[in-house]
């Protein structure tokens, strides 16, 4: 068999042995680089940046006026209360710890599953959903 790179190889594999080790050998120089750029001051000066902080913040912003105005607007879908910054998006039929686990608490991922599956979720201000985990027995 012959390898991506046009060796003969006498396994299966994609790569021959040679190759494989210069594979490897590039992989773990970029994983250094990597290593070293996020312990630099550089990188460590961008993360505290005003800019990033205000951008990241725009962002979260927008997405999660995206997701309320897809679940109905910003207004708890029990009681009406609408102060964005108690209301949080709920599991009609319960289940979000579990999936946000399966997402491993990726917030993008959350969102993009709340925007292809939007019936499966609602708003809910801080009260009302406390106590509807309470009343149908979702807490841990």
């Known amino acids: 068999m012959i390898c991506e790179f046009g060796h003969k190889n006498k ?17 773990y120089q970029q994983t250094e680089k990597r290593k070293a750029f996020l312990i630099s001051d550089k990188y460590k000066t961008y993360l505290q940046s005003d800019k990033r902080k205000a951008t990241t913040k725009a962002y979260r912003n927008r997405v999660k006026n995206e997701i309320f105005n897809l679940l109905g607007g910003v207004k708890c879908n029990h009681c009406g209360f609408s102060d964005q910054r108690a ?6 039929n ?31 201000c801080a009260n009302c959903n406390w106590i509807k985990r309470f009343e149908k027995g979702e807490h841990g």
């Open 11 to 27: 396994a299966s594999k994609n790569f021959c042995e040679t190759c494989r080790k210069k594979y490897w050998a590039k992989a």
């Open 87 to 92: 209301l949080q998006i709920d599991h009609k």
């Open 94 to 124: 319960g289940g979000g710890t579990k999936e946000r686990k399966g997402l491993h608490e990726n917030p993008k991922a959350f969102y993009r599953l709340i925007s292809k599956n939007p019936n499966n979720y609602q708003i809910l």
